[in-house]
């Protein structure tokens, strides 16, 4: 039987994706299976946010088929093998399940951190205002955050922003997070704030789509780490084997550049 | 002083008074049904302006071209003229508001649609990747912020609106200019008058200026 429970929580298949003449994913294919914590590294330009904003189809895959704990995400395919595109209703439905973490916030300016992180769960939920309020507070207590309800995001540091945001993803309790070099624009003392956040959350059984170029932490942290390099797969598997045995030249370059050993 | 007063034309204006009166009010009438009709004409131009269909929006850019292309006082002419040869023979007052709305909010659904898109592209996909629709985001994330941005330019282009409602006096309606217009044809005292009429156009201008900024610091505030 299909229950949804052998499924796993993401499939891609053969996903390819071009912007103009320049082909970003080549036949991108893998699983995350629910719980577990995916790392994807990977040069500058590679295509790993594309492949990341595919898994919530903020951006559209040219080819290949994506599942959300087995339901084709965007697109149709038909028998005769051509696809149909979902409405926008069931596009959104589909992103309620799929949270995900900017490296630029993409807070809302205009609205406190408590609406911030009300304001979806109320309107596309149609969860009570007074429930989401309490919720809203206890995500923030989990982020540390408890006293900033109603500040404005402006008023807080970056690494607050950030665990701001992730506190509004969780807030529509999606089944994945996905993460997108989330401490980038980080001063550096604010980095370990946020790190500190997600691992949390790894422990607590979530299942994640990190890409980073914190090595250290995504060994730490990760079950299974992929390295992608002009839009395909190079190699995958234990974080700790890919990192210190590197197999292909293309991932003894990129590692060169942080010379150091992951234990 | 008596005789900078006298200068001024202080007693002759005084007398003319209740012209000018029933002119201002005609004058504060057309601004205001004008501004009404324009702010919602460019709000209903605007989402269909937006909405990336050829067989809308090119019609509607070339319906905004056109009217911010030719003389205002042109378009009011060929509503007041060109209606009743299509069996609308409207009001000269409505003709003249009409016209006003139909330039006026064509320059406000460009003010509009700078202001949505002034918000960035992270905005949505942040609104997008909650669940919410292009609709919801739209009303929920970038318009209260959009508003915001276009407030300024809403208010310079409703300042142009009142000094334009001058020009449909070229069609007979008795509002303050023509009401000035009149005034001096009996007199001949042409200098005072005029000066009188700019200032109750600053009167009115500069007013109107205050309360948006009022609306604008009180939006704000909420926000
Ligand atoms: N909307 C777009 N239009 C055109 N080209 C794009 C677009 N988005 C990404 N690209 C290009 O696609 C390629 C892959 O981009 P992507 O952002 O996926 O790389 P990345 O692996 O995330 O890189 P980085 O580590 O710098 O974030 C880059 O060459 C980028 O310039
Ligand atoms: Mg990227």
Redesign the interface.
Known sequence: MNTSADMPMIRVREVYKSFGDLKVLDGMSFDVSRGEVLAIIGPSGSGKSTMLRCL?F?EEHDAGEIFIEGEPLGYRVLDDGSRVRES??VI??M??D???V?Q?F??????NVRQNIT??PV???GVDKAEANDRAEALLEKVGLAEKADEYPSRLSGGQQQRVAIA??LA?EPKVMLFDEVTSALDPELVGEVLTVMQQLAEEGMTMVIVTHEMQFAHDVSDRLMFIDRGKVLEEGNPAEVLNMPKSARLKDFLHRFSASFS | MDAILDFFGFAFIQSQLPRFWDGFRLTLAISGASMIGAVMWGLALVGPRMSGLPVVVVPIVAYIELVRNTPLLLQIYLFYFGLPLLGLPLSAFVCGVIAIASQHGAFLCEIYRAGIQSISRQQWEGALALGMTRRKAMRQVILPQAVLKVVPPIGNQLVILIKDTSLVSAIGIIELTLSGKMVIERSGASFEVFLFIAAAYLLLTTTFGVVLRIAENSLRARQ
């Open positions: 919530n903020l926008e209703a959104a439905r992103r309620c799929v949270g995900m900017f630029s993409n807070l809302f300016p205009h609205r304001m979806a309107s596309v939920k509004r993803a529509m």
